[in-house]
């Protein structure tokens, strides 16, 4: 598992980056513990003014690793443990550093909430969305239902969340979550300019000013907390074990 997340220190930025190619950057359940830590020891470094969230490999993530839904469906309900996903999302929640998100290539499933959450997105011409979540029988998670139709409207967060169809890089900058579209392989380029203009921002009245922005802390853990709940709910049912093996066996194929 080691190298899978790599995490760096430069000019007052901390860059996250999930590196798992052979597996387009799924996200196991160890890489979201090392992304929590990466981003909640920020919080007490004032050399860190600024945090990036990038994928290698001309990928940025698909997401939950689908074979560990396979195991967690097969635990009993009553002997699940929390997810460190939810973690994940709770970390980014309460992170208090500005976020820059660079998206070169696909961001399925928890790559797309992870965006959301993000304060500043910049994705490249190859970059997609997809939220498949509702195609297993499960539910969006980490207030993505919150956060999206505030961003880009009912509709266009239905389309996404619900009816599980792709957004395009322009797509996703006409709908509201995305701020700006670059050529293949220029993502990280452009979020490093980004995190310099950023950290040469006042760093108080930047927090200050990112508080008043974002949604209420309590507001998003609540929400989080209640998608949580329903997706452990969805995980154990017979539909979606059928579904989620249904999936595995086709990889497979």
């Not at 996200?27 to 909640?40: D, G, K, Y």
């Not at 820059?100 to 290539?105: S, Y």
């Not at 239905?158 to 006409?174: K, N």
């Amino acid at each position: 598992m080691a190298g899978h997340i790599i995490v760096s220190d430069e000019s007052a930025t901390r860059t996250i980056v999930m590196r798992r190619p052979e597996k387009k950057n799924a996200l196991t359940p160890e890489m979201f513990l090392a992304m929590s830590e990466a981003i909640n020891s920020a919080q007490s470094n004032p050399d860190i003014r600024c945090i990036i969230l990038s994928g290698r490999s001309g990928v940025f993530t698909a997401g939950d690793d689908v074979g560990d839904f396979v195991k967690e469906a097969a635990t009993k309900r009553e002997e699940a443990k929390p997810r460190n996903s939810a973690a994940f999302v709770r970390a980014l929640i309460t992170n208090k550093k500005p976020i820059i998100a660079a998206v070169d290539g696909v961001a399925v499933g928890m790559g797309v909430t992870m965006v959301l959450h993000c304060d500043y997105v910049i994705a490249s011409t190859q970059a997609s969305f997809r939220s498949p979540f509702i195609q297993y029988g499960l539910v969006p998670e980490g207030a993505s239902s919150l956060l999206l139709p505030r961003m880009a409207g009912h509709q266009q967060a239905f389309s996404l969340l619900v009816m599980g169809r792709s957004m395009s890089a322009e797509e996703a900058r006409e709908a509201g979550f995305v701020n700006a579209v670059v050529p293949p392989g220029h993502a990280i380029i452009e979020a490093q300019k980004v995190a310099r203009e950023i950290t040469e921002l006042p760093a108080e009245a930047v927090a200050i000013s990112r508080k008043l922005l974002k949604l209420p802390t309590e507001d998003l853990l609540r929400r989080m907390d209640d998608e949580e709940h329903l997706f452990q709910e969805r995980i154990h049912a017979p539909s979606v074990v059928a579904a989620v093996k249904g999936f595995m066996a086709r990889k497979k194929r």
